[in-house]
């Protein structure tokens, strides 16, 4: 009777220690099931001449130094084996912020006048822009997120206000902060973006406005984001300056 009792004691504390540290189970929290955060309203970083110390990457840096060499361009450009032969396409985005082909890789087929193509979705998510004269809706990301420029120039929100970024800058995002780049002229802008250190692009969660709608800490961040442009830009919220982006 006895070591019955011994035998049930130390199954039931067993029992306890296990309840004490949790659910035993392996399946990772993705970002999308964690709560919403509270973004900040730009990243306090601004343009730069060199490459910041949180974006460097030995991919993205191969690829830099074969553009500046011109061995490749927005044309030529290779992906890694991590994009399926079937995604290897320009894509773009419609009115609905649904992704489709960009025909001919032109920018003139896009409806909201950029196209990207991916580069690699691991070890590390990278990819490439080309567009003319556009509105992007402001928007963050868990991930932070760094640019350098290939071509062209426009401003971008940094430090809580529109800073020029110009071809051969670095530019660096760190996550959970607001960015916004509309290109402003006719000549348009390409950049590399990359995530350094995050792989696998399907795991993100951006979040865009409606997205945080009733949250009410990120809706005044955006707010915020918004009445920037309009000191500093001369535009009104996203969606709402199609006279000044077709002229």
């Known amino acids: ?6 035998l049930f004691g130390i199954a039931a504390f067993a029992s306890t220690a296990a309840m004490a540290q949790g659910p035993q189970c392996n399946h990772a929290q993705l ?21 910041p110390e949180q974006c460097r990457n030995p991919e993205i840096e191969a690829y830099i130094t074969d553009w500046e ?8 450009i290779k992906p890694n084996d991590s994009i399926a032969a079937d995604q290897r396409f320009c894509k773009t985005l419609d009115d609905n912020g649904n ?8 920018p003139k087929n896009s409806p909201v006048g950029y196209i990207w193509k991916e580069l690699s979705d691991s070890p590390v998510v990278i990819g490439i822009t080309n567009g003319g004269k556009s509105d992007h809706e402001p928007h963050f990301h868990g991930q932070p997120e760094c640019y350098y420029v290939v071509n062209g120039t426009s401003k971008t929100l ?3 206000k ?10 660096y995002i760190p996550g959970a902060h607001i960015h916004n780049t509309p290109i402003l002229n006719k000549e348009g802008l390409g950049v590399f973006y990359w995530y350094p250190n995050n792989a696998h692009f399907d795991g993100f969660k951006y979040y865009w406005r409606k997205d945080v ?12 984001v918004d009445a920037i442009r309009k000191r500093d830009l ?3 919220p996203y969606g709402t300056n199609e006279a000044f982006f077709k002229k």
């Open 1 to 6: 009777m006895m070591k019955l009792k011994m």
């Open 31 to 51: 970002p999308y099931q964690q709560m919403t955060p509270v973004p900040a309203d730009s990243t306090p970083y601004v343009p730069q001449d060199t490459m």
């Open 69 to 76: 060499a011109g061995k490749i361009d927005f044309n030529t």
């Open 99 to 106: 992704v489709l082909e960009a025909k001919n890789c032109d």
């Open 158 to 160: 940094a430090n809580n």
């Open 162 to 171: 529109f800073e020029t970024l110009a071809k051969g800058q670095y530019f």
């Open 213 to 224: 709608k009733n949250l009410r800490v990120a809706e005044e961040a955006f707010d915020r």
């Open 234 to 236: 001369n535009l009104g």
